[in-house]
């Protein structure tokens, strides 16, 4: 019971970061649920008082910009729907296209204290030269670096996961997990598009990429396909 007021709770997070950019819950033509008339007139004052500080979003990118705003695990779900345009409105595919994975960086002090944490000992025993970060997404971000390979240096990438991110997206999964089923539970016409399962894969794809030995060992695997093609 707990649960699921703090999963109610953080979707009606959501819901106001996307109603403050003007997206529409309901699709033009259906009719708009007893409970949501409720909740926007209880929720009248609060929108008038914000109104004067949400400024102009754009029609075409106000959904993207949205979930930019909600975090990682939100652009990961708007990512994954874009890619099921097939079911969902073109404009809003559109839409949803507009979302980058390029993020803030986090502090080399974070960075240190990963490495710490995943290898042991000081960062400067494991790299002899260790960049500030160069990319960095919703789930990790990408430093160069240098170690000694059997007597001879060799640059690498690092690839470090966001502090926290494992736990963060857990968090956020459970609440989708609360929404898809209250949504196949109370709009039994949205079952053929199986929510729940929608978020089942957005977890397992997710899960993969936060497994970063995964992309190690496929990294390692395209590296042994085209080391004797001298095209590459």
């Known amino acids: 019971m707990i649960l699921n007021i703090i999963n109610f709770l953080r979707i009606a997070r959501a819901c106001i970061v996307l109603s ?22 209880l929720t009248w004052p609060i929108q008038i008082l914000l109104w004067p500080f949400q400024g102009y979003h754009s029609s075409n990118t106000k959904v993207s910009k949205a979930l930019s705003r909600l975090g990682p695990s939100y652009i990961k779900l708007g990512q994954f729907i874009a890619t099921r345009s097939d079911l969902i409105d073109p404009k809003l595919a559109e839409d949803l296209r507009n979302l980058q994975d390029r993020q803030p960086s986090f502090s080399m002090r974070e960075a240190r204290r990963t490495i710490t944490e995943s290898l042991g000992g000081l960062l400067e025993d494991h790299f ?18 240098r170690v ?6 060799r640059d690498v990438a690092v690839k470090i996961l966001r502090p926290g991110i494992r736990s963060r997206f857990q968090r956020d999964l459970d609440s989708y997990f609360f929404a898809a089923r209250m949504i196949e539970r109370f709009y039994p016409s949205s079952r053929r598009l199986r929510p729940v399962a929608v978020i089942e894969n957005l977890k397992k794809t997710t899960t993969y990429e936060m497994d970063l030995r995964l992309e190690g060992a496929a990294i390692s695997k395209m590296a042994d396909n085209i080391r004797a093609n001298e095209s590459f």
């Not at 950019?21 to 008339?37: E, N, Q, S, T, Y």
């Not at 002899?128 to 789930?139: D, E, G, M, R």
């Not at 000694?148 to 240096?153: A, L």
């Open 20 to 41: 403050k950019h003007g997206v529409r819950f309901i699709p033009k033509g259906f009719k708009v649920p007893l409970a949501l008339h409720l909740v926007r007139i």
């Open 128 to 145: 002899l030269h260790f960049s500030l970060p160069v990319a960095a997404a919703s789930i990790a971000q990408v430093h160069k670096a």
């Open 148 to 153: 000694n390979n059997n007597d001879s240096e």
